[in-house]
């Protein structure tokens, strides 16, 4: 069974730029969470979709956004970016709701440098 | 609000037991646990909710004090495998804290032969 598929792995963009990030779920998984890591503020959630709904959102501006697709797949979109975006951004994808207290895995994640 | 995680960092020799506690300032509807190691993605231990429902693996075993707002995961004869850094996310519950989890700094624990 393939794991949860992130891509790019790693990507460098400028400042004012705007980035896209994709997940690929495990199949079968209707549930995808995104989160930022980084050193100083740790693992922060971003937003959580399930059948192609936002179900939850952090405390994040509205300059994150983010979508989940028919198949499950789910993009992630910064746009304007600024030096502190730069980040390793984590999705977990999960067959239930994650309200439903259900296991998540992790993809390897990817790293966005903003230069 | 972050939960406080402790120790930050804890060294242990193979075989030896550590304890990672996870307290919060408020009232938790569920925490769960996960290990990452250097370089790769978080891997999940543990689902404890209110009430005392636990989900996890066989050889991780935790607590959840609801009264106290804490949680602890117990590492018992410890492993090389063991080290990494491990988090723990809490839930609040009701309304839209359902399925939010904020997670604390994590606990680097290294194992040594």
């Known amino acids: 069974k393939a794991g949860v598929t992130q891509t790019p792995r790693y990507l460098i963009k400028t400042r004012g730029q705007q980035v896209t990030l994709s997940c690929s779920p495990i199949?079968?998984?209707?549930?995808v969470s995104w989160y930022q890591q980084t050193p100083g503020q740790g693992l922060q959630f971003l937003f959580e979709?399930?059948?192609?709904?936002?179900?939850n959102k952090g405390n994040f501006p509205g300059r994150f956004s983010g979508r989940q697709f028919s198949n499950s797949r789910s993009e992630m979109n910064v746009s304007t970016l600024e030096l502190g975006d730069s980040a390793l951004y984590l999705c977990?994808?999960?067959?239930?709701?994650?309200?439903?207290?259900?296991?998540?895995?992790f993809g390897q994640g990817t790293r966005l440098t903003v230069v | 609000q972050q939960p406080v995680q402790s120790p930050q960092a804890v060294i242990l020799r193979e075989g030896e037991d550590a304890v990672i506690n996870c307290s919060s300032s408020?009232?938790?509807?569920?925490v769960h646990w996960y290990r990452q190691k250097h370089g790769e993605a978080p891997v999940f231990l543990m689902i404890?909710?209110?009430?005392?429902e636990q989900k996890g693996h066989d050889k991780i075993s935790a607590s959840f004090n609801e009264k106290k707002q804490q949680s602890s995961l117990y590492l018992t004869a410890s492993q090389l495998s063991y080290s990494g850094t491990y988090f723990c996310?809490?839930?609040?519950?009701?309304?839209?804290?359902?399925?939010?989890?904020?997670f604390g700094q994590g606990t680097i624990l290294t194992v040594h032969p």
């Open positions: 977990a994808s999960s067959l239930l709701p994650r309200d439903m207290n259900t296991e998540a895995f």
């Open positions: 199949s079968g998984h209707r549930s």
């Open positions: 979709y399930f059948s192609e709904t936002q179900r």
């Open positions: 408020k009232a938790l509807y569920s």
């Open positions: 404890l909710l209110k009430g005392g």
């Open positions: 996310g809490t839930e609040m519950g009701g309304g839209t804290s359902y399925g939010k989890l904020t």
